[in-house]
C-alpha cells in the first residue's frame, strides 16, 4: 500500500488513514493523504502510463489512496480533453490557448472526480451514509457515485440552486434537502443531524479523498503538455478542492521526477458578488473572512467561507498569480462568446474564467504570448433557468 498516513495541513499531525476521518482531531483543519513517493517512483514512470490503462482518472491508481485490488466506484470520470481554443484566443491576440472541459464528465461537472475517489474510500472504510452540503455540482456527483456504490446519499441544498441539480439528485435517488440559505448554512443544517443520523460528512476539504479525485486535473494536464507544465492556470473557485488538489499533484509530480520545479501561476476567479479569496488576496490577508450577502448565478463560486481559505491563498502567492472577480453579466456575456466560437456551451463559473483571462490580460497580468490553460469545470446546461432570466 502506498498511501501512508494522512497529515494535517495545519498542525502535521499524523492520522491513520484505515479509519473514517473529517477534520483533524487536534485542531479540526483538513487532512491531506501523503504517499510514500519513493516507492512510487520505482513502480510508476511516465513511460508506463501507456494507453491500457484506460482513461478514466484511475489510470493514476498508484497515487491515489484506494489499496489495490479493490474495485473503483466508477462512471468512467477524468480523462477529458485539452482543447485548443483557437477560435477565443485568436480574438485576445492569444495563440496558445486551452481549455479543459470538464463538462464532459458524468454528471456533467468536475465534481465526479472527487467523488469518485471520496466514495470509493469511504465504502472501503465501511460508510453506508453519505452527507454532503452542495452548491449543486457536488450533490449530483455524490447521488450517482452512492448509488452506483449502493450507499445512502443526503443531499442539502439552498433551495436556489440550479433546478436541474436538484432533479438530477432527486433522479439518482438522493434525499434531498432543500434548505433557505447559502451552503454554509446548508452544512451547518447538515452538521445538527450527522451524529444522530450516521451519516458519514463529505464535504469539501472535510473529509480528505474528495481532494485526491481533483488532484488528477493536475496529473491529466501535465501528461497531455507533455510534462511541461502551462504559464498560467485560471480556476472557478469556491471551496478551493480543484486549485489545492492540482497544486499538490505538481509536488508529487516533481517528488516522482515527472515534472521540474517550475510551476504555472495560480489564477482563482471568483464572483463579484461572493468574492472572499479576491478580497483577502487583495488586502494580504492570510484568511478569508465570511463574504457578507454572498448572491450569484455560478452557484460553485456561491461559497462565502470556505475551511481551507488559507491553503488558497498560501497557493496564489507562492504561484506569484492572483485572483480576480467577474460579475454575472459579464459571465452570462461570455458564455455565448466562448459558445460561438468554440463550441461549448460552459458553466458560469467556466464562463467567469474565460472573463476573466481578458481583465488579466488589459492589466498585464497575463501576456498574449503565454501558453494559459482555462478550467471550464461544468456544463451550461445544468444553469438553464439562469441563462433564460439572463436574456430576458
Ligand atoms: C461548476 C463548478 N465550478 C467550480 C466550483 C468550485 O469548486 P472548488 O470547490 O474546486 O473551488 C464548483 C463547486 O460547486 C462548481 O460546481
Ligand atoms: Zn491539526
Same mark, same amino acid.
Given at each position: 500500500m502506498l498511501l501512508t498516513h494522512l497529515t494535517c495541513t495545519s498542525c502535521g499531525l499524523r492520522h491513520d488513514w484505515k479509519k473514517l476521518h473529517n !477534520?483533524?482531531?487536534?485542531?479540526?483543519k483538513p487532512l491531506v493523504a501523503i504517499y510514500d513517493l519513493e516507492n512510487i517512483r520505482l513502480v510508476l514512470t =511516465?513511460?508506463? !502510463?501507456?494507453? =491500457? =490503462?484506460?482513461? *478514466? !482518472?484511475? =489510470?493514476?491508481h498508484e497515487v491515489l489512496p484506494l489499496p489495490p485490488n479493490t474495485e473503483p466506484v466508477s462512471l468512467g470520470e477524468g480523462g477529458t480533453p485539452l482543447l485548443w481554443a483557437k477560435r477565443f484566443g485568436k480574438k485576445c491576440g492569444m495563440e496558445n490557448l486551452w481549455i479543459k472541459d470538464e463538462s464532459q464528465n458524468p454528471t456533467q461537472s468536475f465534481k465526479a472526480r472527487g467523488m469518485s475517489v471520496a466514495v470509493s474510500m469511504a465504502k472501503y472504510l465501511g460508510a453506508t451514509k453519505l452527507a454532503v452540503p452542495s452548491a449543486g455540482n457536488a450533490g449530483g456527483a455524490l447521488a450517482a457515485y452512492a448509488a452506483r456504490a449502493g450507499l445512502e446519499a443526503h443531499v442539502f441544498m439552498p433551495r436556489d440552486t440550479p433546478r436541474a441539480n436538484i432533479i438530477e439528485c432527486r433522479e439518482l435517488g438522493a434525499d434531498v434537502t432543500l434548505v433557505d440559505g447559502l451552503i454554509t448554512d446548508c452544512g451547518a443544517e447538515l452538521a445538527k443531524r450527522k451524529e444522530a443520523e450516521g451519516w458519514f460528512e463529505m464535504s469539501t476539504l472535510k473529509e480528505p479523498y474528495r481532494l485526491e479525485g481533483k488532484k488528477t486535473l493536475g496529473y491529466e494536464l501535465a501528461e497531455q503538455l507533455n510534462w511541461q507544465l502551462p504559464e498560467a492556470i485560471l480556476y472557478p473557485t469556491g471551496g478551493g478542492t480543484g486549485l489545492i488538489g492540482m497544486w499538490k499533484a505538481f509536488d508529487e509530480m516533481e517528488a516522482l521526477g515527472w515534472i521540474d520545479r517550475k510551476r504555472p501561476r495560480m489564477f482563482s476567479v471568483q464572483a463579484s458578488g461572493c468574492a472572499p479569496i479576491v478580497n483577502a488576496f487583495e488586502k494580504g490577508e492570510t484568511s478569508a473572512p465570511e463574504f457578507p450577502k454572498a448572491h450569484t448565478i455560478a452557484s460553485g463560486l456561491r461559497? $462565502?467561507?470556505? #475551511?481551507a481559505d488559507f491553503l488558497m491563498l498560501k497557493i496564489l502567492r507562492e504561484s506569484k498569480g492572483g485572483a480576480v472577480a467577474i460579475d454575472d453579466e459579464q459571465m452570462i456575456r461570455t458564455t455565448r462568446e466562448l459558445g460561438s466560437t468554440e463550441g461549448l456551451f460552459v458553466a458560469p463559473e467556466g464562463a467567469a474564467c474565460f472573463a476573466a483571462l481578458k481583465s488579466l490580460l488589459e492589466a498585464k497580468q #497575463? *501576456? $498574449?504570448d503565454e501558453q494559459v490553460v482555462v478550467f471550464n469545470?461544468?456544463?451550461?446546461i445544468k444553469y438553464l433557468d439562469c441563462y433564460e432570466e439572463g436574456t430576458r
Open positions: !477534520l483533524c482531531i487536534a485542531c479540526q =511516465r513511460e508506463g !502510463l501507456t494507453a =491500457r =490503462r484506460g482513461k *478514466s !482518472l484511475w =489510470r493514476f461559497v $462565502p467561507k470556505a #475551511i #497575463i *501576456s $498574449p469545470t461544468g456544463s451550461g
